[in-house]
């Protein structure tokens, strides 16, 4: 894309994994709809996501499960503008964010920007606790950034300089207690089965310390307190999750009905 001036404008690529994302995708992709380009990189899903996003971009692909890591490091490879956003589908970009971005990258010197985030737990915003002042490292300079090549909790490294932006992205987290439950289970799961492939040993004292810290940590360190009920639910969700990942890496197994499935 160029300007009538001759000069060359930034061009931006949004890229996104999904799976049986119906319900949320679609306005996802409407929030970031003035982009160059969209890549969704799917993993098989059995309901509409694929077909909801191909009515926004015809650059959806059906792609193996692979890891969190891998995953996005292969839909970063199928991008071909100067820029990259990195999102997820219970995310939306907010309409200062989407300004501040066309904005930042007509005029850039750094190669990579980090974004606050908005967060909201069962419907409700949560002030402080495990998210409060979350901010991420999602907006980038093509081929000056990666994903760590991990299963679960993934980071973005960006090499050379990093600035702030103000806009912020909408993260609607478990929306409800069916994907609370579902989403708990599932990162316990990961994060057990690749501790325990790695050697990892642990106790059920163990297990019991690290949940309380877990739960301490988000709703008094953190001062989840003061979100009330959806504080105390987080810090609970916090503690009950890691209680599970280190009870079954006490085990050596994870049970068969909570085996991480090909996504």
């Known amino acids: 894309m160029y300007e009538k001036s001759g000069f060359k404008v930034a061009t931006l690529s949004v890229i996104l994994i999904s799976f049986n994302e119906a319900s949320r995708i ?3 992709l409407r929030k970031v709809a003035w982009a160059d380009e969209i890549i969704v990189v799917d993993s098989c899903s059995t309901d509409d996501t694929r077909d909801i996003a191909l009515q926004h971009t015809p650059h959806v692909h059906n792609v193996a499960w692979m890891g969190f890591g891998p995953q996005k490091n292969h839909a970063l490879s199928l991008a071909t503008c100067d820029w990259i956003l990195s999102i997820d589908c219970d995310e939306q970009v907010s309409d200062l964010l ?10 850039s010197t750094c190669n990579g920007y980090t974004i606050p985030f908005r967060n909201r737990f069962l419907g ?3 002030r402080f606790g495990e998210w409060s002042g979350e901010r991420k490292l999602r907006l980038f300079r093509k081929g000056r950034g990666q994903f760590t090549n991990v299963q679960l909790h993934e980071r973005l490294e960006v090499v050379g300089e990093i600035q702030p ?3 912020c992205i909408e993260h609607d ?3 409800t207690e069916e994907h609370l439950q579902h989403k ?5 799961a990961i994060g057990a089965s690749n501790a325990i492939a790695n050697g990892k040993r642990a106790t059920l004292p163990m297990a019991a310390g690290r949940a ?3 739960f301490l940590r988000s709703y008094v360190f953190k001062l989840g307190v003061f979100d009330g009920r ?7 969700c916090m503690g009950h999750s890691t209680w599970l990942k280190y009870r079954w890496i006490a085990a050596g197994s994870v049970p068969e009905k909570h085996q991480p499935r090909s996504k």
Not at 98 to 107: G, P, Y
Not at 184 to 188: E, F, H, S
Not at 230 to 236: I, Q, V
Request: aromatic share 10%.
């Open 184 to 188: 708990k289970l599932t990162y316990a």
């Open 98 to 107: 989407a300004s501040d971005i066309q904005n930042a990258l007509k005029s």
């Open 212 to 214: 309380f810290w877990s």
């Open 165 to 167: 932006l103000r806009g």
């Open 26 to 28: 679609d306005a996802c």
């Open 173 to 175: 987290t478990c929306p």
């Open 230 to 236: 959806t504080g105390w639910r987080l810090a609970c």
């Open 124 to 126: 409700r915003i949560t």
